[in-house]
C-alpha cells in the first residue's frame, strides 16, 4: 500500500512540474488539423490575391515566431506574435483591436510542418472567439520556406 | 516532408563525387529541385555564444565532420530529432563528428530551460535571423547542414527527416575522413 502511495506521490510530482514548465513543443496546442478545410487558403490562391489590383487585399498576420519573421515574411504582412503562447495571444488581441469584425484576415506562420505548428490553430481559434467572421488560416504544409519563399512568393525581411 | 539536397562539383576527385553522388542517393526520394545555392560550397562562418557560456567558431572544427543544426524548443519534429543527435555525438565523437545545434527561439530563457530537462551532448548556440539568412533562409525547421571535414557543404537536410538514412550519410562521410 505504501508503494502505491509512493507512486502516486511520485506520478504527481512529475506531472505538476511537467505542467509548471514553461510552453515548448511538448506543451499542449490545438492541431492545424482542427481549422476546417472552409477556413484554408492554398500559396497560390493567397498569392494571386495579394497581386490583385481589382479588389481590396486582405490583411495577413504572421502568428508565429519573430526570429523567422524577421528573416523573411510575406511582403506586407504584419507581425503578431506566437499564438501557441499566452504573450502571442495577447499581441494578438492588441493587433486586431481596432478592426471591423468582418474584416477579411488571413494568418499564417510556417515556422514547422503543419501537423505541427503550435501556433495557427490556436491563432484561428482566437480570432473566431473575439467574433471575426472572415479569417483564414494559409495552408503552408511544409514551411514557410518550402511553400511561399521556395515558390518566388513575394516576401520582405524585418532586418 | 522530407527534403534532401545534395549535388556534386566537377571539381572534386572521382571519390568525391562517388561519396557525394552517395549521399544524394540516399536521399533521393525525396529530392527536392528547389535551388540549393549552399551545397558544394564552403559553410559560411560563424562566431556565436553557446548556452554554456563558451565562444564557439565553426572554423575551428575544420577537419571534422559537422552536422549543423538549425532547431527550436517549439518545433515538434526538432524536439524528437535533437537526443538521437546527442546520441550521435557521444557514439561518433571519436570517430570524428562534432554536432552544433544553432536555436533558433525568440526566448534564450526557454532554451535554457529544455537543456536542464535534456542535456545535449554537444554545444547549442544562440541563432538569430542574420545567421539563418547567411545560411540560404531558415525558413522552417528543422533543418540541418552536413559539413565535411574541408569545410563544405554537402547535404542540406529540410523538415521531418528518416534519422536512419540520415546516420547511414554521416557514417559514410566519417568512413573518408583522413585520419
Known amino acids: 500500500m505504501k508503494q502505491h502511495a509512493r507512486t502516486a506521490l511520485a506520478t504527481l510530482c512529475l506531472m505538476s512540474c511537467i505542467y509548471a514548465c514553461p510552453r515548448d513543443a511538448r506543451a499542449e496546442h490545438p492541431p492545424a488539423s482542427s481549422i476546417p478545410g472552409a477556413m484554408l487558403i492554398e500559396p497560390a490562391a ?3 490575391a495579394l497581386k490583385s489590383t481589382d479588389r481590396a487585399k486582405p490583411l495577413v498576420l504572421q502568428v508565429g515566431f519573430h526570429v523567422l519573421f524577421e528573416e523573411a515574411h510575406i511582403a506586407g504582412a504584419k507581425y503578431a506574435g506566437p499564438a501557441g503562447e499566452e504573450a502571442g495571444l495577447r499581441a494578438l488581441d492588441l ?6 469584425k468582418d474584416a477579411d484576415i488571413v494568418i499564417y506562420c510556417g515556422c514547422c510542418p503543419w501537423s505541427h505548428c503550435p501556433n495557427i490553430a490556436a491563432a484561428f481559434d482566437r480570432l473566431r472567439s473575439l ?8 495552408h503552408l504544409a511544409d514551411n514557410f520556406g518550402a511553400d511561399w519563399v521556395d515558390k518566388g512568393y513575394p516576401v520582405a525581411s524585418a532586418r | 516532408m522530407k527534403t534532401v539536397r545534395a549535388r556534386h562539383s566537377r571539381r ?3 571519390g568525391a563525387v562517388l561519396l557525394v553522388l552517395g549521399l544524394a542517393a540516399l536521399g533521393a526520394r525525396s529530392a527536392r529541385c528547389a535551388p540549393a545555392p549552399l551545397l ?7 562566431t556565436r555564444s553557446d548556452f554554456a557560456g563558451k565562444t564557439l567558431s565553426l572554423g575551428d572544427y575544420r577537419g571534422k565532420v559537422v552536422l549543423l543544426n538549425f532547431w527550436a524548443t517549439w518545433c515538434g519534429p526538432c524536439v524528437a530529432e535533437v537526443p538521437r543527435f546527442s546520441g550521435w555525438q557521444k557514439r561518433y565523437a571519436a570517430a570524428g563528428l562534432q554536432v552544433i545545434g ?9 532554451v535554457k530551460r529544455f537543456l536542464l530537462r535534456t542535456p545535449l551532448a554537444y554545444p547549442v548556440v544562440v541563432g538569430d535571423a542574420r545567421l539563418g539568412v547567411l545560411y540560404g533562409g531558415v525558413n522552417g ?7 565535411d571535414p574541408q569545410g563544405r557543404i554537402v547535404a542540406h537536410y529540410i523538415g521531418e527527416q528518416n534519422l536512419a538514412r ?6 559514410a562521410l566519417l568512413r573518408r575522413r583522413p585520419g
Not at chain 1, 467574433?131 to 494559409?138: D, E, K, W
Request: proline residues 10%; hydrophobic residues 45%; neutral net charge.
Open chain 2, 12 to 14: 572534386q576527385t572521382c
Open chain 1, 46 to 48: 493567397l498569392a494571386a
Open chain 2, 141 to 147: 525547421l528543422p533543418q540541418s547542414f552536413l559539413i
Open chain 2, 40 to 46: 558544394d560550397r564552403p559553410a559560411p562562418p560563424f
Open chain 1, 95 to 100: 493587433r486586431v483591436k481596432n478592426l471591423p
Open chain 2, 166 to 171: 540520415m546516420r547511414m550519410q554521416i557514417e
Open chain 2, 102 to 110: 544553432v536555436s533558433m527561439d525568440d526566448d534564450a530563457a526557454a
Open chain 1, 131 to 138: 467574433g471575426f467572421t472572415h479569417v483564414r488560416a494559409l
